[in-house]
């Protein structure tokens, strides 16, 4: 899992006959990660080619930012979705297009929300790449654009430093995505609570399943339960201390992890550990008895049972295979 420090630059480039939701799912998924951040993870601007550009649902948009004459590095670009797409044809989306092509580099990231990715396709960003859209616009894309390789039925796609997702809600997908990138999956899933979305993944998302998984829920006692377990996975958590930090009896928690979720609490936290606890491996030199005290293992020992009932090999080989903890 990435996560950055800085703020992040992010320019939505808003065309004439942007989706609104498009531009507003994501935009708002990064505005509740700063607030549950309380820091600015992410720092917003939305430019367009004119300084006024009207949505599909006729409102309008006014005093939008020139596209910027560069970008820095780490800078995060997004392309909301047009309706209908045959207005991709038009002067602002070529003007678009050629501005992405010169400006957007593999020192930035490129996100592209349902047609978008048909801006990124003009600019040539998506040659060679994976990449998805609107189910209803998938063929399109594919024959004007054979260059590109686009995956039918994902909810998006990262390939390199371009990430498509497909169309309307898929963007708060995306966000989420992005989100648990720059500020890490917890603030992620608490993202996806506060918008009342479920914490969904695409294919290529399998290292993230441990943070996301069984977070598909509404119920409070067992999200407070997660919250604490997340926030400090290393502590040394029993079942009396992980039902207090959720403000209920150990039995009544045993109970809701079980029937909601099919799970239990101390499996749950195992799978927080084991996610920490490959992470570590794949980005620090630690030896796996140091990885073992930081994730919250009693010790290397007990690291490698989990490891092996739950993955295949060893910890130490972590960086070649990933855990399955279900």
Known sequence: ??????????????????????????????????????????????HGVDRDAKTSLGLSLSELKPLPASLADGALVVVPGVTPVPRLQGSAATAAARWLAKHVTPRQRLACVCSGAFVAARAGLLDGRACTTHHEYCDVLQREHPAARVQHGRI?????????????????DLALHLIARYAGPAIASRVARSLVVYMRRAGSDDQLSPWFAHRDHMHPVIHRAQDAIVADPARPWDLAAIAA????????????????????????LQQIR??????????????????????????????????????????RGAARVSPRVA
């Open 156 to 172: 998006f796609v990262e390939d390199g430093h371009v990430t498509t997702s497909a169309g309307v809600t898929a963007g708060i």
């Open 245 to 268: 930090a959720a403000h209920t009896s150990v039995r009544h928690l045993s109970r809701l992890f079980r029937d909601e979720l099919g799970t239990t609490v101390l499996a749950y």
């Open 274 to 315: 084991l996610a920490i606890a490959r992470e570590r491996l794949d980005t620090t030199g630690l030896s796996v008895e140091r990885v073992a005290e930081a994730a919250g293992f009693s010790s290397a020992h007990q690291l490698r049972r989990v490891w092996q009932r739950h993955g295949h090999g060893s910890p």
């Open 1 to 46: 899992m990435t996560m950055i420090a800085a703020t992040i630059p992010v320019h939505f480039v808003v065309l004439p006959q942007v989706y609104l939701l498009d531009l507003a799912g994501i935009a708002d998924a990064l505005r509740s990660a700063n607030r549950i951040a309380d820091r600015a993870v992410f720092e917003v601007a939305y």
